[in-house]
Nanobody, 126 residues
Framework: QVQLVESGGGLVQAGGSLSVSCAAS????????LGWFRQAPGKEREFVAA????????YYAESVKGRGTISRDNAKNTMYLQMNSLKPEDTAVYYC???????????????????WGQGTQVTVSS
């Protein structure tokens, strides 16, 4: 079992950048595929990005493709999401998640992930 804790959220102006981190404990994160999701008030949780456990292949939602970069540092047991050119519609609680599965096109499925963090708020002002 792994515990996940997000950090790095905050308030940023539109057009700015922000990096959020997800620190894992309890088990090495290298055995998991990892993902970022977000949830805005009144909306369903949606996929943002994911990175595979074996080959490091990455997947992105169309809404963040070209603006977001997901990465992982297995030595630090940490995953990151760098977001650039932020828009007000990026405002949400950002969650990290860990999956025991090797991800393919199913990376966006919430049900593929076994462990979740508590989330960190990202607010983009216009």
């Amino acid at each position: 079992q792994v515990q996940l804790v997000e950090s790095g959220g905050g308030l940023v102006q539109a057009g700015g950048s922000l990096s959020v981190s997800c620190a894992a404990s309890g088990r090495t994160v290298s055995v998991y595929s990892l993902g970022w999701f977000r949830q805005a008030p009144g909306k369903e949780r949606e996929f943002v990005a994911a990175i595979n456990r074996n080959d490091g292949r990455t997947y992105y939602a169309e809404s963040v493709k070209g603006r977001g970069t997901i990465s992982r540092d297995n030595a630090k047991n940490t995953m990151y999401l760098q977001m650039n050119s932020l828009k007000p519609e990026d405002t949400a609680v950002y969650y990290c998640a860990a999956s025991k599965y090797f991800l393919t096109s199913t990376a966006p499925r919430v049900t593929n992930y076994d462990y979740w963090g508590q989330g960190t708020q990202v607010t983009v002002s216009s």
